[in-house]
């Protein structure tokens, strides 16, 4: 079945590189993303990968993808406070209807 | 910019009681969504409906029931609210298609159930 899995809470110094991991199930998934979620919000878009990538870089995010691990992760650089939050990463399946799998969440704590 | 607005932020029910949960959504889009959330379990998806009067079964939807009777507005219903459908219950939308189309999500609505 689809299941994908990431660590709970990451808590890291101001400055310092943020890594989140995420492993998922299925080896279909057309695109990989990661979402954000600040305290009291909905979930936003932070970046995206499409199957056929190893790497993309957008600014200071880099997403790394291990298809043959099925490993996807997110590098934050340079993190600041107003990255604390939530992050999710989620597989697409299923053609048109754009059908998500969430993991459970990683709750990133910045420390000044 | 796409909007998708919730009905209420904050809502307190008595268990039995039967309660709707509105979703709108401003840019036309086919698809929409309804999640709950749950510390540690992340988001888990309820229902779908990818056209009017349409709709699908998502990974838990006992004890919940759907409505699209217009392309804009998908409302979740919990029939005979019980203390264990206290959740944030997030509603998205996207559009159908192959492309990246991302999901955009409203703000959340987090029901207690007493």
């Known amino acids: 079945g689809e299941d994908v899995e990431q660590s709970l809470f990451l808590s890291v110094r101001e400055g310092d590189s943020s890594v989140i991991n995420c492993t998922y199930t299925?080896?279909?998934?057309?695109?990989l993303y990661w979402y954000k979620q600040e305290p009291g919000a909905g979930l936003q878009l932070l970046t995206y990968?499409?199957?056929?990538?190893d790497m993309k870089q957008d600014q200071r995010l880099t997403v790394l993808l291990n298809k043959k691990d099925k490993h996807l992760s997110l590098r934050i650089a340079d993190t600041q406070t107003g990255d604390s939050a939530i992050y999710f990463c989620a597989e697409r399946i299923g053609g048109a209807t754009n059908k998500l799998i969430f993991g459970t969440g990683t709750l990133l704590a910045v420390q000044p | 910019d796409v909007k998708v607005t919730q009905s209420s932020r904050y809502l307190v029910k008595r268990t039995g009681e039967k309660v709707f949960l509105e979703c709108v959504q401003d840019m036309d889009h086919e698809n929409m969504f309804w999640y709950r959330q749950d510390p540690g379990l992340g988001l888990r998806l309820i229902y779908f409906?990818?056209?009017?009067?349409?709709?699908e079964k998502g990974d838990i939807p006992e004890g919940y029931s759907v409505s699209r009777e217009k392309k804009e507005r998908f409302s979740l219903i919990l029939e005979s609210a019980s203390t264990n459908q206290t959740s944030m219950y997030l509603c998205?939308?996207?559009?159908?298609?192959?492309?990246?189309?991302?999901?955009?999500f409203g703000p959340g609505t987090r029901l207690t159930v007493t």
């Open positions: 998205a939308s996207s559009p159908s298609g192959t492309g990246i189309y991302e999901q955009y």
């Open positions: 299925d080896s279909s998934s057309t695109y």
């Open positions: 990968i499409f199957s056929n990538m």
């Open positions: 409906s990818y056209d009017v009067k349409m709709k």
